[in-house]
């Protein structure tokens, strides 16, 4: 997730150096939005390990 004041855009990545990266979405900074985003990537049915990068603007 790359997070910003107001909006967080998300993707997700293969593990890995070769692994992919999909863009998924932009979402607003929110609780409601970021539970919404963690209900529909726990649907994935997939693994996931939490990461998140910070811009460094």
């Known amino acids: 997730m790359d997070i910003h004041k107001q909006r967080i ?3 997700v990545a293969e593990s890995g150096r070769s692994g992919t990266v999909e863009y ?3 979402i607003t900074s929110e609780p409601d939005a970021i539970s919404k985003l963690c209900d529909r ?6 693994q996931f390990d939490e990461g998140l990068h910070r811009s460094g603007r």
């Open 9 to 11: 855009s998300v993707a």
């Open 24 to 26: 998924l979405s932009e």
């Open 41 to 46: 990537l726990g649907r994935s049915g997939k």
